[in-house]
């Protein structure tokens, strides 16, 4: 880690080793974020290093490129994560970085880190990380807290460790502005197809949705709230569910829109037409949400200023400053389209 001052000030790598008690290729690799490394051994010679003050020599010293970043989102193939990697990029250039991208690396749940790409990471002296949609292990964060890397949540699966900084959606109040919006068209029936269970976004629009039906005096009903997966096949599924109930809903607040198009799919098969006879509510205002038909109403989700944000927040992180908050929740707002109307009955 570099130190600050010149470069050759302070002890010698040999004289870390000594203090150590190690070979200077074992301390080699402690310095250069090399994994093949026994955790004790790693662990006297960071103190070591902390110990002796030792200023690590910058690379590329003589050309000085541009720093670099690396970007780890959940996949490449959908509109989100195009919505993020334009923010990234966006507050990346602004900044001068580089950013290396990748994807899917952290998708199995309590899966041990990458050993390839962190070496990686290491190894082409990147300064910093932002994770999107990552479910980190407690090894991940251990290694990403061991090198000494600062590092972004965007949109983060799970309740970050303490000290974590993560950027996020106000979800809870998008759950409610939707739910909101169908209460006052009338709506009592209200239904809601949500993500994981267990996932803090979908947790807090169901919580928001709860919350309107009670502020409105409308009550409660478990048999309305269903769980997918994010996926059009999921939601398609629940929606038939739904509709199977003895008395189905005339409103459905789905909290994402690639959930929306199994749901408008699933009210196609039965018939039903769109808001005529059940209206539909997303969330996350992606480009699907414009082009469907109808045009869904959904609650925009700021994707790219939560990924812009994010980067500002790493680069002052790589700066040596410290976030005044560990949380930052941008604002959600509704985008009324043509998928919402009265129930059919008023």
């Not at 500002?312 to 941008?330: C, F």
């Not at 707002?333 to 109307?341: D, F, H, K």
Request: glycine share 8%; aromatic share 6%.
């Amino acid at each position: 880690m570099v130190r600050g001052g010149s470069a050759t000030a302070g002890p010698t790598l040999a004289v870390v080793a000594r203090e150590a008690g190690v070979s200077v290729p074992t301390a080699s690799k402690v310095v250069n974020g090399r994994e093949d490394v026994a955790p004790e051994t790693r662990r006297r010679v960071t103190e070591a290093l902390d110990r002796l003050g030792y200023v690590r020599r910058p690379r590329f010293e003589a050309s000085k490129p541009p720093r670099m970043v690396d970007l780890v989102v959940h996949s490449l193939d959908t509109s989100w994560s195009g919505a993020v990697l334009h923010g990234v990029e966006q507050a990346a250039h602004d900044a001068g970085l580089e950013v290396v991208v990748s994807a899917g690396l952290t998708r199995t749940r309590g899966a041990r880190p990458e050993r390839g790409w962190f070496d990686k990471l290491t190894a082409r002296g990147s300064a910093g990380a932002l994770f999107n949609l990552a479910e980190l292990s407690p090894s991940q964060y251990t290694w990403l807290a061991q090198h000494r890397i600062p590092f972004v949540l965007i949109d983060p699966v799970l309740e970050p460790p303490p000290g974590v900084v993560s950027v996020g959606a106000a979800n809870w109040q998008g759950g409610l502005a939707a739910t909101e919006h169908l209460l006052a068209l009338g709506h009592e029936r209200i239904a809601v197809i949500a993500g994981y269970r267990r996932k803090m976004c979908s947790s807090a629009r169901v919580a928001g949705y709860r919350s309107a039906l009670t502020a409105a005096g409308v009550a409660y009903r478990p048999e309305y709230v269903r769980h997918g997966n994010f996926v059009e096949v999921t939601a398609h599924r629940r929606m038939l569910q739904l509709l199977d109930l003895p008395e189905p809903p005339t409103a459905v607040f789905v909290c994402s829109d690639k959930m929306a198009l199994g749901v408008y799919e699933a009210l196609a098969e039965r018939g039903l037409r769109i808001p005529d006879d059940i209206s539909v509510v997303g969330f996350d205002d992606l480009p699907e949400a414009r082009w469907a038909t109808p045009g869904l109403t959904t609650v925009r989700q700021p994707l790219s200023e939560m990924a812009s944000t994010a980067m500002r927040l790493l680069v002052r992180m790589m700066d040596g400053e410290q976030p005044e908050g560990i949380r930052t929740e941008l604002s959600t707002r509704l985008v009324e389209r043509a998928s919402t109307g009265p129930p059919s009955s008023a």
